[in-house]
């Protein structure tokens, strides 16, 4: 797919990789036992309902991905449950009812097979960078998925493990609308770090340099989040109450609810029992 963005970004975009990153719930932030993290109830619970969906719904649905066709195979249940674009398509009144053959020209095997993934075991791990995921279920109207990719993405940010890169920034704000729980975000991990704090200068992610390149680059650039930035604290060097030994808290004063999304699905016992979408 061609690059969709004014630079080329060099730096390397963030994995997906939920194993990686210790929870950030309140219960691991207490040092509470893992089998108290919200984290492994979200998990258990969603083991226990594809477990029943597995045993109950044998029908398969064929997805066709990207521009050269990628064939990749799912559940129509399980696709029906985790999204409201599947559940609309292969429950509703289209052909793809009949078929369970969907197209999606615009998306990359990559993306899909990851969303696929989390689908079946509740994980994410790919090599797709996780604003990329939440902008796919954005598309794929799946609440669910974007909640638990808004999560890896504060325990992949949140915990000065990775800093947000230019490429994360461009992606939430090139492909999502205004108001977006992705770009307010953003525009709070600005408010919160700047971009080019000294902290995410010096450390890893910015060894060969092209983290720091790649964002003066995208100010370069300007945009609606530059003009934001410029306006608020964003664009100043060292964030407001930095300390003066350049380590900043980790993002305590975020919360994760402002970011999560209302999840609305149909009844397990709907897809079991094979019901088609009212209206």
């Known amino acids: 797919m061609a690059n969709k963005y004014e630079i080329e970004y060099l730096s390397k975009p963030m994995k997906a990789r939920m194993t990686v990153y210790w929870c950030f719930c309140a219960n691991c932030d207490d040092m509470m036992p893992a089998t108290e993290c919200f984290r492994v109830d979200r998990l258990s619970e969603h083991s226990k309902n594809v477990n029943q969906l597995l045993l109950n719904c044998p029908d398969i649905v064929t997805l066709l991905v990207g521009p050269g066709e990628a064939k990749l195979t799912c559940h129509k249940a399980l696709l029906g449950i985790t999204s409201e674009f599947f559940d609309a398509a292969l429950y509703g009144r289209f052909e793809e009812s009949q078929t369970n053959i969907i197209r999606l020209p615009n998306e990359t095997p990559e993306a899909v097979a990851g969303f696929l993934t989390w689908a079946y ?117 060292k964030p407001v109450d930095w300390p003066q030994d350049g380590f900043h808290p980790t993002l305590t004063n975020l919360k994760q609810g402002e970011y999560m999304l209302g999840v609305k699905t149909r009844d397990i016992e709907d897809f079991i029992q094979g019901k088609m979408r009212a209206g």
Not at 143 to 168: K, Q, S
Request: net charge negative; charged share 25%.
């Open 121 to 237: 075991t509740g994980h994410i791990e790919s090599s797709t960078c996780a604003e990329e995921f939440w902008i796919l279920g954005d598309r794929l109207r799946s609440p669910m998925f974007m909640n638990e990719v808004m999560r890896l993405i504060f325990v992949t940010y949140g915990r000065h493990e990775h800093w947000l890169c230019a490429r994360g920034a461009d992606h939430a704000f090139n492909e999502t609308v205004p108001g977006s729980k992705l770009r307010k975000f953003v525009c709070d991990y600005i408010d919160y770090y700047g971009p080019l704090c000294p902290q995410a200068i010096r450390d890893d992610d910015n060894e060969d340099g092209l983290y720091e390149r790649d964002w003066r680059a995208f100010i370069e650039k300007g945009g609606e989040l530059v003009s934001y930035m410029a306006l608020g604290n964003g664009a100043k060097y």
